[in-house]
């Protein structure tokens, strides 16, 4: 093999290399140059991109030119690199001296005499750039075989440009859509949009905006399914922690072996099964937010640990002696009445002093009657629309029910009960026939009969055309033909239970 084509395969082997092993595009051109310089006595060089605008034409990456010269802009089919851009054909000068149109922007060429070859960057049958050397000038020089071989490493260049483009935009593509989600995030858990406008709804209101923007740890109490992660998603996305991570950690769905190795990382080897170092959730809400949700299941080894990660602001990894520092805001939420765990020393009092900076109470959906119906039509928006149904409104013996029921799953069970409704609703109205069938009972409800079977069978028959009459805004004819029935006994009905059918009509 010839020493010339020895010296291309090299130069292609440390392009390739140079490309693909440099994470920014600018210093792996940078490379490509100095090869070709140190194996084709390429005097300068230059790679010259189109800019993303579809505008000028901006030198990339050059070698041998000042300054000033890698500065210039050439607009497409200006000069000689211009009309390279332009056409997407190369371009040889065998003799810069004797070429009028020549443009000497880069560098003083008056050195000696030289040779100026430039040919296209093509990407997707696009010309985005040229690659443009200067060469020694000689009389038996193969310009030919020197345009073939240049296009190779331009084409390599193109390949190269087009998988940093790729990167970028989707690097882009996952900052906007991390952006959005928070956006969202912090949207969905503005405190003025947590359904509810009762009294103590509107104290928890208060608390949540004096506490969000401090640093102050707070505990969450209240009964299973009252809502206490919310509250404390609320707190961070208002918080100047915000756009830090949120991190939730269940106490009490992870077992005690592992409790420690989740919340504070472990080492290589720490236990059976610590094939690498694993960094805890302290490590991944730096400078964010640590939900600790059921933190009154955690051990009483755990709670030490979690105490002096609140008094001293530091842990180590589980097998290590390495202290950390952490910057971490901690919120906590327990069903747990603490005082009587406190009493049977399943919870230590110092680390309960330490949480109890600032508490909030949820009260249960049956001390907050009135954000029944409030979030009972909140889940029905929400359910309808993720279902695919087109469920306007409930009945009112529906509401009667939702209103009477004591609600021991508190919101979480209201939620249950809505979506199992509008997954077996298959009309326009949810009824009291589509509930659980734990609220269609009499003592579940509240509403056991206290009246004769023809009250109960009159009750029934006011309330089914009430409901026909909202339907309808009040329209006679058309709730008659609802109810299959003529509009005269319709009029006769309302007339006898003596319904107002203007109050429908708004």
């Known amino acids: 093999m010839q020493v010339g084509e020895v010296r291309k395969l090299t130069t292609l082997l440390e392009v390739s290399q140079a490309l693909s092993n440099a994470i920014d595009l600018k210093p792996g051109l940078h490379r490509v140059l100095e090869s070709l310089e140190r194996h084709h006595g390429v005097l300068r060089s230059a790679v010259t991109l189109l800019q993303e605008d579809g505008g000028d034409i901006a030198i990339e990456a050059a070698l041998g030119v000042d300054a000033a010269g890698a500065r210039a802009r050439f607009r497409v089919g200006e000069g000689i690199t211009g009309k390279v851009v332009a056409t997407g054909k190369s371009i040889v000068v065998p003799q810069v001296s004797k070429e009028p149109a020549f443009l000497h922007r880069l560098a003083s060429r008056r050195d000696r005499e030289i040779s100026f070859v430039s040919v296209p960057i093509i990407l997707d049958r696009r010309t985005v750039g040229a690659l443009s050397v200067d060469l020694p000038w000689k009389r038996d020089l193969d310009f030919e075989r020197t345009v073939k071989f240049l ?192 009493a049977a020393a399943s919870f230590r009092e110092d680390l309960y002093y330490r949480l109890n900076v600032f508490t909030i109470f949820v009260p249960p959906l049956r001390d907050r009657k009135p954000d029944v119906m409030q979030l009972a039509d909140h889940f029905l928006a929400r359910y309808a629309r993720e279902h695919g149904k087109r469920i306007k409104r409930i009945s009112t013996p529906a509401i009667d029910m939702l209103v009477s029921y004591h609600w021991p799953g508190n919101v979480r069970e209201l939620e249950n009960a809505i979506e199992r409704a509008v997954v077996v609703c298959d009309g326009t109205v949810l009824h009291a026939h589509h509930l659980p069938p734990a609220l269609q009972t009499a003592e579940a409800s509240g509403t056991n009969p206290n009246g004769s079977l023809e009250e109960s069978i009159t009750a029934y028959e006011k309330s089914l055309i009430q409901d026909a009459l909202k339907t309808t805004r009040g329209n006679r004819a058309k709730a008659a033909r609802l109810l299959q029935t003529t509009e005269r006994i319709l009029g006769y009905k309302v007339q006898k239970y003596g319904i107002d059918c203007g109050r429908f009509r708004a």
């Open 151 to 342: 296009r190779v490493v331009a084409s390599m260049i193109g390949q190269a440009l087009k998988v940093h483009r790729l990167v970028a935009a989707e690097r882009q593509r996952l900052v906007d859509e991390n952006q959005s989600l928070r956006r969202e995030l912090k949207e969905r858990y503005e405190y003025a949009n947590i359904v509810g406008g009762s009294g103590p709804m509107r104290q928890v209101f208060e608390q949540i905006a004096q506490v969000a923007q401090g640093g102050t740890t707070v505990l969450v109490r209240g009964e299973s399914g009252t809502g206490k992660e919310l509250i404390a998603h609320a707190i961070h996305y208002n918080s100047p922690r915000a756009q830090r991570p949120f991190v939730r950690v269940s106490c009490a769905a992870l077992p005690e072996t592992l409790i420690e190795s989740e919340l504070f990382g472990h080492e290589k080897g720490a236990f059976t099964g610590a094939h690498a170092r694993k960094k805890g959730r302290f490590e991944l809400a730096e400078g964010g937010t640590l939900f600790l949700d059921e933190i009154g299941e955690l051990t009483l080894s755990t709670q030490v640990k979690l105490l002096r990660v609140l008094q001293e602001r530091e842990f180590e990894r589980l097998g290590g002696t390495e202290t950390l520092k952490t910057n971490v805001r901690l919120l906590a939420a327990t069903n747990r009445d603490v005082e009587k765990a406190i």
